[in-house]
């Protein structure tokens, strides 16, 4: 090996070093700092009593009878969903999709305001609104979910012996299999919750919601998420009823 070989190989060794070191120190650090074990509760009234009080708390009446709900997702994704007939319009750059969420095979995708004839990219381009709407909406109406078919309510104490709600989600969604834990405000209002998704890496991460808004309807809304130092604004968000 000649020495100019050797040198280029340093250096190139040494550019790997810069970028990737500092990043595996840092996920390092957060992962022994934050990550936590999934914890056990115990399931039954008083988990369902808990779920029940926290819907209270946001008007749940309001949001059940809330027919439409307009929103945009970190200024990347919009969607007017027709929430009674379970339809919605997924915008993002320069593609829509009219999602059928109950009949998936009766969606279309445009692009450039033209219906997408080739069944390759239409199909593309539904699973990508799909997968948008299932992560975009959880963000919007998560605390509304938690007597959906398929969601398991666990009561859980903390040290404080303040009481909690983990939500795991055995189907639907993106990815079935995961698990939050709501935590509660002195009103019984969700102040955040921590996450055991498949999607993250570290376990237990913590993102707030309490930065709400009340809706046209009377429906309570997030409007920002904080999630360690990366912010998830909601905005645009509209709501109405027949």
Sequence with gaps: MTKRLKKILKIILGVIVFFTLPSLLLFGFLYFKYNEDLPTGIQGKKADALAK?????LNYEAYKNTDYIEWTFKKRHHYNWNKKNNICEVFWKNNKVEL???????SIAFVNNEKV????????LINKATVYFNNDSFWL????????????????KTENNKETL???????GSTPGDSYLWLFNENGKPKSF???ASILPINGLEATWNDWTTTETGAQLPTFHKLLVLGIEIEDIKTNKN
């Design 141 to 156: 109406v998560a605390p509304y979910k938690v007597f959906d078919n398929g969601v398991e309510r666990r009561l859980v």
């Design 117 to 124: 004839v080739d069944e390759t990219t239409a199909k593309d």
């Design 194 to 196: 921590k996450i055991w």
């Design 100 to 106: 059928n969420l109950n009949k998936p095979s009766l």
């Design 53 to 57: 009080n926290m819907l209270q708390s």
């Design 166 to 172: 983990l939500i795991t989600y055995k189907s639907g």
